[in-house]
């Protein structure tokens, strides 16, 4: 793991660069926008709120029994926030080392910056989003505890962004097909996961390729916080953390072996 320790230690030392590029990153999302500052914000606020009134308040549609809640658009909320989150991230992580590309050929920065940036800006954005649907939820289980599992779930979630994100910039700078091909995976990605519909209703036989999501543990553990007010259950932290080591295991093989030919491939 020596790879992704020198990686971090580059994030560290440089964390000061870091806060400025994501502060400009922010900045430049919003840019020419006549909302400015509001409207990164603004954009997801409005689609979950979307599911809400048209799912909760206008059709009252009801889940069935064994859902962590009866109200669609209340259980959509929780799951598809922290998805756009996900996709934003990770898809911006993976194209953020093509887009510096001519910025890394003429300067020795480390490539790690750049994706941390991308990712961080998109968890700056989506982070007080995911803490206000936390508060908003909090009073329904009377400020249980439980709620306080949320943090950890959060950490979850920016760490596999970052672990995923790194390791497709890699790859699409090695090779182009992969943007087009985590596009597409990230589209159908959220039927393969339990934000649509409960864990429940989908077949037994088959909840296994349910876990090859990497949002599915951080997903169930929102759930079980914010909708039913519980700890999640060991099951979700042990398939976080089993995500978490093999796409480490991956990027430190990765990183090893692209250093030297990474910027040429820019």
């Known amino acids: 793991m020596q790879a992704i320790v020198a990686e ?3 994030v560290w030392q440089a964390r000061a660069l870091v806060r400025v590029l994501v502060r400009r990153e922010v900045a430049a999302r919003h840019a020419g926008t006549a909302a400015g500052v509001v409207w990164p914000y603004l954009q997801p606020l409005l689609t979950v709120a979307a599911y809400y009134l048209v799912f909760d308040v206008v059709f009252a549609m009801r ?13 959509l909320v929780v799951g598809a926030l922290p998805w756009m989150a996900f996709c934003d991230a990770v898809s911006r992580g993976m194209n953020s080392l093509i887009e510096a590309g001519s910025l890394l050929q003429k300067n020795a ?22 803490l206000l649907v936390a508060l908003a939820y909090a009073p329904l289980h009377r400020f249980n505890l439980a709620v306080l599992a949320f943090v950890p779930l959060l950490m979850l979630q920016l760490l596999l962004c970052l672990l995923l994100g790194y390791l497709l910039a890699i790859l699409a700078a090695a090779l182009r097909d992969t943007a087009q091909l985590v596009g597409f995976l990230l589209s159908v990605g959220i039927y393969l996961s339990p934000i649509l519909f409960p864990l429940s209703l989908f ?16 997903v ?11 700890l999640p259950p060991a099951s979700v932290w042990l398939v976080g953390l089993l995500w978490l080591g093999g796409l480490a295991l ?9 250093r030297d030919q990474l910027v040429d491939w820019l």
């Open 8 to 10: 971090l230690r580059a």
């Open 63 to 75: 889940l069935g029994a064994g859902a962590p809640t009866h109200a669609v658009g209340t259980f």
């Open 109 to 130: 920065l480390p490539p790690v910056l750049m994706v941390a940036r991308a990712v961080l800006a998109s968890m700056v954005i989506y982070g007080p989003l995911l």
């Open 203 to 218: 077949p037994e036989a088959w909840r296994w390729v349910l876990w090859l999501n990497p949002m599915t543990a951080p």
């Open 220 to 230: 169930l553990g929102y759930q079980q916080v914010l909708l039913q007010g519980v």
């Open 250 to 258: 991956a990027l430190n093989v990765v990183v090893a072996r692209s």
